[in-house]
Structures are given as C-alpha cells and as structure tokens.
C-alpha cells in the first residue's frame, strides 16, 4: 500500500530561554528573549515562538495554579517547557521522526509524534538547564538590580546574562549528541559505578575521607575511573554528580602525568556551583589525575601554589598505588565476566538487566557493557517501552513511601519486559522468546534477579 | 467507496482496525458518497430544520417548514446584532472568565469539553456558560491559528495534573481536558464522537455551508435542543460523578450485544428479514434494547460503523419521547455518509416490552410504510414469544449464566472482552468493590492505562500483567480477542492464568449468546 522512501530522525529546531518580566512594555518583546538557537533566526520569529509559549503557559493558569506547564505536541513538533527558577523558561522544540511515503504515486510525509517520549525529552532539557547551573550558578543571582529604580543597570545585567547564555549554549547545543539515540539513561540521569571488591572500595572511599579531613579547604571529593564510571560520589547530590560526570569527560585530558599523578589546570581552575544542604554555591574544582583515576576536589577559595603541592605530595603515592590496585581488580573482573558469559553476551537476544537505586541515582547494566556502540542490540520500542514504565526521577521527588510494583510486558516484536519497583530501586530484565508463557518469563527473570542482585555495586556501601 | 460498506465476511477487516480507528480518525476522506443517499444540498437546510425539531423536541412527524425558515432569517439578524456588541463588551467577557477563574468548583472539574468556530464564536461547553467563557475561546482561537500559520496543527498540551486534547476539523475547533487517566488519543475518540455527533445532527456539507457564508455564524442556533445528545456522550464516565458502564464501550470502540439464546435471535432476525427484505429503499433495520443490541439487519454491501452505532444508541437513550409515539426523522450517520439524512422510523415495539427499533429508510416518504412493517414485526415477534424472552432477560438484574461464571472466579473482579473481528464488548456487571464511585474511577482509570498502552501506535503491546497495591491486572491480545482482567490483589499469577484460560474456554462455548457473528442481510 505504502512504501517509505526515507526516514528523518528526531532532530533540534530550536531551544529558548525566556523570562516575560523582562519586558515590561509593547514594542521592548525582544528583551524578554534570552537566549534562541539557532542564532540566525530572525527577530520577528523569537519573538513569535515565544509569544507563543507564553500564550500555552497563559492558557494552561486558566486551569490551574501550579505553573507547570510540561509539553505541547504538535503534528510536526514537540516542545517541552521547563520553569527551573520562578519566570525562566527553558523551551526544546523538537522536529519529530518523519517518513516519506509513496501513497497512490504521491509523496505523503507522515509525522511520528508518538515515537518521541516527553518523559526523555523533558529530562536532557532539565540537564540543558542543570549544566549550565553547574558551571555559572542560577540565573536569577544574576539579575539583582531593582526593578523600579535602576532601568539601567537592569538592563545591564539583562545583557550580561543574556551573553552568559550565549556563550555557554552555543557550544553546549553543538555537543548536544545524537537526539535520537536519547533513551532511558538520559532520562534517569542515572550513572554506571564501577564494580569494586568492598575491601579495594573502602581503600578508596577513606582515601577520599582522609583528604577532606586533612585539608580543611576542600569540602568534597570525587573519584572516577577512567573518567566514566564512578568510585565514590562524596556528597554531592544526584544531580550534581550527573553534571559533574558530564562535564570531566568534556575536559581535555592534558599532558601524561605519567609514573606520577598531576594536576590538569592549576593556573585558573574553574568554578563550579554545587547545590551542598541546600544552598547552591559557587567552588573551585581541583582536578587530579593519577593513571586511570581522575579525582575531584572542590575547594572554597582560589588556591595558592603552594596548596597544590602540598596536595600534590600527600595524595600522589597513595593514589598511584590504589590506582593500580583497582586497575589489576578491573582486569580480572572484565577477563571473569568474559569466560562466565561467553561472546554472544551482545546478542539481541541474550537477557538483558538494568537496576536503578532512584535516590543515590546509580545504575547497573548490561546493556551497555560492550561499549556503546552495542546498544542498538535492543530495539528502540523496547528501549522507549522501559522509558514509559519507567518512574521518573523529578528534581522533587514528593512520594513518601516508595511504592510496590511488579509488571511484565511483552511487545509486538516477542520482547518481554519485567519490570519490579520497591524500596526506592527499579529493576528491569529484558528477555527475547516469543514462545515463553507468562510462567516461563517470570522464571527467567526471577533467576536473574536473584544472580545479578547479589553485586555488591549496587547496595549502598 | 468506505471500506465499512463492505459484505459481513469482511467486517473483519473493518472491525479489526476499529480500536485504532480513533488514531486515524482524520483521515477520513471528506467526499464519501453513498449512492443511495440523496445529497443533503438544496433542501438539506429544511430537512436539518426539521430533523433537528424533532429530535430536539421529539414533537411527532409534521413540522412548519415555514415556521422554521422564519427562525433561519430571525437568526440571521440577531447575529450582525450580536457580533457589534461582543466588540463593545469584551471588559465584560474578560471579567466574566476571571469569574471562572476564581471559582474552583469550574477549575477543578475533571472535565472539560470546549468546542468553537474557527472564528471563535462559542459553540458548546461542558461545564460553565459559554457565552461567559468567550475570552478562554478567543485564546483557544489565538493558539489554534498561530500554530497553523506554520502549516501545522496542535495536538495536546500537557501540565502537571490537567492535559488537553485538540482537535481541529471542517470550521470547529473542539478541545477536551481532562484529570483523568484518559490518553490523549482517548480524549481525541470523545472528541471525534461529539464531532460526529454534531455531523449526525447537520451533516458535513450543511456544517461547511454554513461557515463559508458566515464565518462569524453562532452555531447553538442550530444544535439549540440537542446539547443533551452532546452531554449525555460526554457524561459517560466518572468525571460527571456516575458509575456507568458506557465508558468501556466508549473506550474500546465497541458495542455491547443483548445476551439472547441463539435460538430467539435467530428468530428475531428471520422475523425482521421477512418482513423487510420487499420493502423498497430500507437500508437497515436495528433493535435494541437496555442500550445493547439485540439484531442488525442490513441491505447488502452496507454495515453501520460502530461509532455511527453508538450515536444511534444515545439517540435512543437520551430521547424519553420515543416510548410514547413512534417518530418519523432524518438521520444523518457521517461515518458512513456524512453529507446526507436518511431517514428514521423509531419505535418501542409495545408498552410491555422496552425493546426500540429503528428502520431506516432512503425515501422520505417511507414514513406509514415503516409502520406497517414496523407492525409486522412486532406481531411475529409476539407470535414466536420472542417478546417475552427479550423481557425475561430484561427483568433479570444481570445476565444470569454470566453471574454464575463470575462466581466461579471468586477472585476475578471485572473483565472487558473483545473479539478481534466485531467491535462488539462482553463484560460483567460491575461488583463490589467498583460499585462506589472513587472505586470505579479506579477502576477506570486501570482500563484507561492497558487499553492506551496495549494500542499505543509508537509501541503496542500484547501482553500486560501488573501486579498493583489494590489489584492484579492482566491485558491480553491475541490474533482472534483482546482481554483486560482485573482481579483481587491477592491472587497468584497460576490463579490469574487458570482463571482467564477458564473465561475464555467459556465465551467461545457460548459465543454466539453475547455476540454477533454476521450481521444478516435483507
């Protein structure tokens, strides 16, 4: 009947940040735009998308009072709106999958809104917003003139910000990845720890201890390997960790420090904003690299050469020494799990697992263990299926009491889902079989559990 | 030609895609004609007059032709009138708006159902005066145009805890929001339905008339008397604090069948061909009773299409008048034509049996011939005691064989079933404990969330088992039935899957009592 000619995945039309204070009178629209990708647009559509943003957001107050206005779907878009401080706006319009089909001789473009799952979506712009909190703090701190008296200075401000904006989204967009690959990881904000025998672990988790004790300036201290997966997470809160991890992988990795650890910036390390008990303030982040280990230090004031070395003197041997320590237990755990599971592990049809611990945010998986470049073994609406099971991890999480849940599905394409919830922790194993019973899957998935459940990753150490 | 029109074997291939159909809806093509209708054209705009009189009003057969063309023209001048004071008092409106706004009993409704002109003139509200809430459909308007300035249309918007469906279709632009667990393709299917509702009442090319003259026309002229037909499908579920069963027939596409033993409705069905199949122009001859079908009859190579279906029912359940005098009206059923009236005879067969049928006819002159027809059945159907079997099941609280299988499953609480090839739905009365309206919206909102993520167009699913604080829920599609089960929280998967193997062995044995396979010919 059809036939499709060609297939357009998801991609960026345009992503804005807006604040409608900031224009007061007709004829000012443009001030209240802070920032619009692609840049080249003209004027007169800013403003337009814009106006119309407020008008969606106008509209929804109609009925209620929360000012939480998620998503509009369109036939050719969806936009997701995110208010991260009273009156800013984040919106991320989307341009949907599209197919072109031969209908009858003529061309039809056919929309696939429903392919694209708000859930995902709403969670990488969240992190639009997060990342540029980590690196320049809230925007509101920004905008501290009166907003009666000093016109000037406020517009002052306005544009500071606005250019802040700039800078930091234009690069930060050009590294957005691949939008249609984003998938349940994005969404959960969740990171891979690195699976450690608990007595090498707890080398490490005193080591990082040891230096915030010793040295009263440093207020955390974050140790990953290979600048991926995490050792220990400190303090920092979920969100922050996931910006911080993002960002130590955008960090050139600077010259070999070779047999002996070194710092990668000392001249002028960058400042960072960490929300610590509730107070988002702003540190300077140390970072120090020891063969596989990358270690975070984040630090009050601006520190003096003589800090470095200090530093430099104390953790060096010590980490050295547990860096090769943790790469000898990586290798046998990696060379373990290559004899146990043999090579079809990769398979699309092998089962697959995924853990999450919803409060410390780490995860635990499978699907990724081949390099990223595997992850297309499971196909996207099983991926996209998990998205919808999924519980989202909102920046507020107001549930009290976690709820219970088991569930299992099986899609068109004979993949089974099961998915169980308890305790703040969902778990989901995905099997192929399309001749399994309900019985059977329940079977599989309970022997997984109980064989994966036992690493001690994923408990809380 | 549609696809609905053609022979029973293939209703499958209708049918099957029903459940979906809502995801498709639009692209219904616009110039349908079926070759025996008469094109609603020149005198279209008497006969709606008319048709909708009597609807409205259920006065019998005759009305004033002139009388209503006087209204038309009365009409027309109130409308200048009208729109030059709208210009003056939109403080007014804009306070009135604020009225709602700060009211809380009309923002926290469940539901919400809008429908205007593309102009933005008010057409229909759900809850409110809409004449009030003209500043909310100048926004609604405002959104709809901007967004179609791009070549482009709104689907939804979605906010914590309210979202809103969009549809915009032939001048009318209709939104529903809703609190409820209902998708946004749900809500697009109660939209369509009320669309359709709307086309039934004044059929497409009379409603696209009508904008082309005058863009600005206030539409409740002509739907005045008929918001009942609108609210009793827009009632359906919990929002309007009711527990009723029609949302599961609403929410499955589907219909429900008056269990009969096969043998009467065998006999229903040889009484009406009998006596139908020499009647000129009769297209179709329906009976219904308790909101369920009893017998279609059709001409060959037609079928109703079960939205056109579940219209003719809320005809029927909304229209007390019926029970008293046979009535004689135009009908529109715009999934199968939605340009043209046919024409409907619509009686109860006696005072004693609470059975409606429905002949509807081609020629507008039908009316006494219908009748007599209509008399003929009635006696057979008398004759053959079929009357009586149709009361007894009628006097029965429940159907009784399917209470006792239900007691059988003790732990089994409410199902819906659905064969693949009829858009037809079995399913139990509701018991404890659904039978209180907070528990029924429970339960609602679970069929609500299988149905939409078993049909889901991105990702459809064929199983679904989830086990939940209250309850066990099961989703189950196959190549020949879709099943959705609740039961007792308690019970353990090897009960659940021995239960439904159980229910299921029992609906194929008795198949034919809750369903209809064919629907037979004239």
Same mark, same amino acid.
């Given at each position: 009947m ?12 345009s992503?804005?940040v ?11 629209e ?5 920032y ?10 800013k403003?337009n998308?814009?106006g ?9 107050g109609?009925f ?6 998620k998503?509009l ?9 995110y ?7 984040l919106?991320l ?8 089909k031969?209908?009858d ?14 859930r995902?979506y ?9 990342m ?10 920004r ?12 517009e ?23 939008l249609?690959s ?24 005193n ?7 010793t040295?009263?300036?440093i ?9 991926e997966?995490?050792i ?12 911080l991890?993002?960002?130590i ?7 070999d420090?070779?047999?002996d650890?070194?710092?990668?910036e ?12 509730? @107070?988002i303030?702003?540190? &300077?982040?140390? #970072? ?5 280990i =990358? *270690? ?5 004031? !601006?520190p003096?050469?003589?800090f ?5 003197a ?57 390099g ?9 609406n ?5 998205a919808d ?16 849940e ?7 394409n004979?993949?089974?889902?099961v998915k169980?919830? @308890?305790?703040?922790?969902? &778990?989901?194993? #995905?099997l192929?079989k399309?001749?399994? =019973? *309900? ?5 599989? !998935? ?8 036992t ?7 | ?35 025996l ?16 009189n009597?609807i ?5 057969g ?11 023209s009365?009409?027309?001048?109130t ?5 030059t004071?709208d ?7 804009e306070?009135d708006?604020?009225d709602y ?12 159902i ?9 057409i ?17 308007q ?5 967004v179609?300035r ?9 906010a914590?805890?309210i ?9 009318l632009?209709?939104?529903a ?6 998708s ?8 369509s339905?009320v669309?359709y509702?709307i086309?039934?009442?004044l ?33 359906n ?10 949302i ?23 009484a009406i ?37 579940r ?10 008048s019926f029970?008293n ?6 009908i ?13 005879h ?18 507008k ?12 059945i009635?006696?057979k ?9 149709i ?12 209470y ?17 090839a ?17 528990e ?30 209250r ?8 190549a020949?039935?879709?099943l ?21 062995k029992?609906i194929?044995?008795e ?12």
């Amino acid at each position: 009947m059809s036939q499709v000619l060609q297939r357009v995945e998801i991609t960026l039309r345009s992503f804005y940040v807006f604040n409608s204070s900031l224009s007061q009178k007709e004829g000012e629209e443009r001030k209240k735009v802070l920032y619009y990708y692609p840049t080249e647009v003209v004027e007169y559509t800013k403003i337009n998308d814009v106006g119309l943003s407020e008008g969606i957001i106008k509209f929804i107050g109609t009925f209620t009072n929360e000012d939480d206005c998620k998503a509009l779907h369109t036939q050719k878009t969806t936009q997701l709106f995110y208010q991260p401080e009273p009156g800013f706006w984040l919106v991320l319009v989307l341009n949907v999958p599209k197919e072109l089909k031969l209908k009858d001789r003529i061309e039809v473009a056919e929309y696939r809104g429903g392919e694209v799952s708000d859930r995902i979506y709403r969670a990488v712009l969240r992190q639009c917003y997060q990342m540029y909190r980590f690196q320049h703090g809230p925007m509101q701190a920004r905008l501290t003139a009166n907003l009666a008296e000093e016109n000037q200075q406020r517009e002052q401000q306005r544009e500071k910000l606005s250019l802040e904006l700039h800078q930091f989204y234009d690069k930060y967009l050009l590294s957005f990845r691949d939008l249609a690959s984003c998938d349940i990881m994005d969404m959960l904000h969740s990171i891979q720890y690195l699976a450690l025998e608990k007595r090498i672990f707890l080398r490490a988790h005193n080591f990082c201890k040891l230096c915030g004790d010793t040295f009263a300036g440093i207020r955390d201290c974050i140790m990953l390997y290979n600048q991926e997966q995490i050792i220990c997470g400190g303090k920092l809160n979920a969100s922050d960790l996931y910006s911080l991890h993002a960002y130590i992988q955008a960090v050139p990795k600077g010259a070999d420090p070779g047999e002996d650890g070194a710092f990668v910036e000392k001249v002028t390390p960058p400042r960072v904003f960490l929300d610590l008990d509730n @107070c988002i303030a702003p540190f &300077y982040l140390l #970072i120090y690299r020891a063969l596989n280990i =990358t *270690l975070c230090l984040f630090v009050d004031v !601006a520190p003096q050469p003589e800090f470095y070395e200090e530093l430099h003197a104390y953790m060096g041997p010590q980490l050295i020494s547990l860096a090769r320590d943790i790469a000898d237990e990586v290798s046998k755990r990696t060379a373990a799990n290559l004899g146990e599971s043999g090579s079809n592990d990769a398979s699309s049809t092998s089962p697959k697992y995924l853990f999450i611990n919803e409060q410390s945010l780490k995860h635990h998986t499978n699907i990724f263990r081949h390099g990223k470049n595997n992850q297309k073994s499971i196909p996207r609406n099983v991926m996209s299926i998990i998205a919808d099971l999924a519980n989202p991890i909102e920046e507020n999480c107001t549930q009290t009491t976690p709820a219970t849940e088991e569930l299992q599905v099986k899609a068109t394409n004979d993949f089974w889902v099961v998915k169980r919830r @308890c305790n703040w922790r969902q &778990y989901y194993v #995905i099997l192929c079989k399309s001749k399994a =019973t *309900l019985l059977d899957v329940t079977q599989e !998935a309970k022997r997984i559990f109980e064989q994966e459940l036992t690493d001690d990753v994923f408990f809380d150490k | 030609m549609e696809t609905e029109q053609t022979p029973t074997p293939n209703t499958a291939t209708s049918d099957t895609n029903s459940t979906c159909e809502y995801l498709d809806a639009e692209g219904d093509s616009e110039h349908e004609t079926g070759d025996l209708y008469q094109e609603a054209d020149a005198d279209a705009e008497q006969q709606h007059h008319q048709g909708h009189n009597i609807i409205s009003e259920a006065v019998s057969g005759q009305t004033n032709k002139d009388l209503t063309t006087s209204v038309e023209s009365l009409a027309l001048s109130t409308s200048t009138s009208a729109k030059t004071e709208d210009s003056v008092s939109t403080n007014a409106v804009e306070e009135d708006l604020d009225d709602y706004q700060h009211d809380s009993v009309w923002r926290g409704q469940k539901k919400h159902i809008f429908i205007l002109s593309e102009a933005g003139k008010p057409i229909y509200s759900l809850h409110g005066n809409e004449d009030k809430l003209a500043a909310l459909f100048g926004v609604i308007q405002v959104l709809v145009s901007i967004v179609q300035r791009d070549q482009d249309g709104i689907i939804s918007i979605h906010a914590g805890g309210i979202k809103f469906a969009f549809m915009h279709r032939n001048s009318l632009i209709l939104v529903a929001a809703s609190r409820t667990n209902m998708s946004i393709q749900q809500l697009q299917l109660q939209l369509s339905d009320v669309y359709y509702q709307i086309l039934s009442l004044l059929t497409h090319s009379h409603l696209s008339k009508t904008f082309e003259r005058r863009k600005n026309f206030d539409l409740r002229r002509s739907l005045a008397g008929s918001e009942r037909l609108i609210f009793n499908l827009l009632a359906n579920d919990s929002s309007n604090a009711r527990v009723s069963s029609n949302i599961f027939t609403f929410l499955t596409n589907s219909i429900r069948v008056f269990p009969l033993p096969t043998a009467v409705r065998s006999n229903i069905i040889s009484a009406i061909q009998s006596n139908c199949s020499k009647v000129k122009d009769l297209v179709f001859a329906v009976l219904i009773a308790d909101n369920k079908l009893i017998a279609l009859v059709r001409m060959k190579k037609y079928s109703i299409h079960p939205s056109d279906l579940r219209l003719i029912f809320n005809l029927i359940e909304c229209t007390e008048s019926f029970k008293n005098s046979p009535h004689w009206l135009p009908i529109c059923l715009p999934k199968f034509n939605m340009n043209g009236f046919w024409h409907a005879h619509i009686s109860y067969l006696t005072n004693d049996c609470p059975a409606c049928l429905l002949l509807i006819s081609v020629d507008k002159n039908a009316s006494d011939i219908m009748q007599s027809v209509k008399m003929r059945i009635t006696e057979k159907l008398e004759r053959s005691q079929c009357l009586q079997a149709i009361n007894e099941e009628l006097q029965e609280p429940h159907n009784a064989k399917l209470y006792q299988q239900m007691l059988s499953m003790p732990e089994l609480r409410h199902f819906l079933y659905k064969p693949k090839a009829t858009a037809q739905l079995l399913f139990p009365m509701l018991r404890h404990p659904y039978k209180t309206l907070s528990e029924f919206e429970r339960l609602e909102a679970i069929y609500c969330s299988l149905l939409h993520r078993i049909h889901n167009q991105s990702r459809p699913l064929k199983l679904i088992y989830e086990l939940r604080d209250r309850e066990v829920i099961l989703a189950w599609v196959t190549a020949t039935y879709e099943l959705y089960a609740v039961f007792e929280s308690i019970v353990d998967k090897a009960t659940v899957i021995k239960y439904v193997d159980k229910l299921i062995k029992w609906i194929e044995k008795e198949y034919d009592v809750y369903f209809i396979r064919n629907h037979a010919t004239f």
